[in-house]
């Protein structure tokens, strides 16, 4: 495992002491990349002699100067190692921080990014004690938007098979290209959870000339504002935001009541289930079968949806009555519910709040697989994918309903069969959110 430590360079002051971080650490798992992005005399010298010495383990580009985002976009795109350690030229990696950080990475390699602590430096590298600006914790949510936007700083390793699955580094052109690290934060956590990695990695120096300095407080909440609006828009959160500062609130939209037209159906190609659902009187346009045989058909089946309601079903299952698809809307409609499945078990009620739902048919609100990664095949065995998306989603403040209903009937099937042994890769995966695994 090699993590790509990248560096846009502008100023040239501190810049030797940031490179000779890189060169101090424990471990040799890094390939340094450097970019001077129309940056000052000193720093384009200070490259060139890096250059000079073509060490095989540092990369240097020279490109015209296009901000912090776009220098940040570029190196990402010129590398290809597992992980990416973003560092700013004039800030220091503390010597374990590469070791450390790949310890976590494997102990954590379903997290799309690794948060460590940071401490503060004076222009001197030494060590001064500072209050600091952003909590170090997990971020909080409404209805899958993450609400505490501001909660971000580095170090911070990004998953570059997550980090490829984003629109990749964005800035405001009206703000010298910043807001980029709040921005990665909002879209790779679309991807997975992060995990903290409670150790001080990262210095962060305190001096006059800092790029931060020229960017005005009201200018940082403009972007946080921006930032967590084109969050809402992406993942087509019905959510308007209510205060203009972080941590922002948010009041659901007026919903709309949803009807058998907002559903398509999501089944494994030539299923017995396609028959099935025509029987019953869905059309032929609403059902989409996968013809891939591997763990993420269901993901591939969402992609090529698009309506408001997406419906898994799997072979496991025998449909007679269109009675319990309109039974379950019913019900959607009246709890708002973002989740929601047919029981195996004899309800008191109509309908019950679940901490997890069998995954035979599983009718879901599009935002919420927009808002998570949905059905994690790379990390997941195929039997546990259900209850891990319940625990994504409701990691993301949604909601989970199991209902009583008539007309579907579960089959007996060995893959429904849960052994204690087949939940470890659960509890490993969730074990840093103690409260959403407590049913295990």
């Given amino acids: 495992m090699t993590i790509s430590i990248e560096v846009p360079v502008f100023k040239g002051e501190f810049l030797q002491q940031c490179i000779d971080s890189v060169f101090r650490q424990t471990s040799d798992a890094w390939q340094l990349s450097l970019v001077w992005d129309g940056g000052d005399q000193l720093s384009h010298k200070i490259l060139k002699e890096i250059e000079a010495t073509e060490n095989p383990k540092v990369k240097v580009f020279f490109n015209e100067n ?3 985002a776009k220098a940040r976009a570029f190196i990402s795109s010129q590398n290809n190692e597992a992980y990416i350690l973003p560092l700013d030229d004039d800030d220091e990696l503390a010597p374990n921080a590469v070791a450390r950080f790949i310890e976590a990475a494997k102990a954590n390699p379903w997290a799309s990014l690794l948060r460590g602590k940071r401490g503060f430096i004076n222009q001197q590298s030494e060590i001064v004690e500072k209050v600091q600006w952003f909590p170090f914790g997990p971020r909080n949510y409404f209805k899958g938007m993450v609400t505490d936007v501001f909660n971000q700083a580095q170090p911070y390793l990004i998953r570059k098979s997550a980090y490829d699955q984003t629109l990749g580094w964005r800035g405001f052109d009206d703000f010298m290209q910043a807001g980029e690290d709040c921005d990665i934060f909002l879209q790779v956590e ?47 959160l019905p959510l308007i935001r209510t205060n203009e500062a ?14 058998i037209a907002d559903i398509e159906f999501i089944v494994n190609y030539q299923s017995p289930i396609v028959q099935q659902l025509k029987a019953i009187g869905i059309t032929e346009e609403s059902i989409i079968e996968v013809t891939s045989t591997i763990d993420s058909w269901r993901m591939e089946g969402f992609k090529a949806s698009s ?15 269109i009675s319990f698809v309109t039974d379950m809307l019913e019900i959607l409609n009246e709890t708002n519910a973002d989740i929601i499945a047919p029981s195996k078990k004899t309800l008191e009620k109509r309908y019950a709040k679940s901490s997890w739902l069998h995954d035979d048919f599983l009718l879901v609100k599009r935002e919420v697989l927009l808002a998570t990664t949905g059905f994690d095949s790379e990390f997941i065995p195929e039997n546990l994918q259900g209850i891990d998306f319940c625990i994504q989603a409701r990691r993301r403040d949604f909601s989970c309903y199991e209902v009583a209903v008539s007309g579907i009937t579960y089959l007996e099937d060995s893959r429904n069969i849960l052994q204690e042994n087949d939940l470890t890769s659960l509890k490993t995966k969730w074990y840093s959110h103690s409260a959403l695994i407590s049913f295990i």
């Fill in 246 to 259: 972080p941590p922002f609130t948010f009041i659901e939209k007026e919903p709309i009541s949803k009807t």
């Fill in 307 to 321: 309506r408001k309601l997406v419906c898994f079903v799997k072979d496991t299952v025998t449909i007679s009555d």
């Fill in 66 to 68: 296009q901000g912090i």
């Fill in 190 to 236: 679309e991807v997975s959870h992060f995990e903290l990695v409670d150790d001080v990695l990262y210095y962060y120096r305190i001096h006059d000339d800092r790029a931060s300095n020229e960017l005005t407080s009201a200018a940082a909440f403009e972007m946080w504002r921006r930032l967590a609006d084109d969050a809402l828009q992406r993942m087509e």
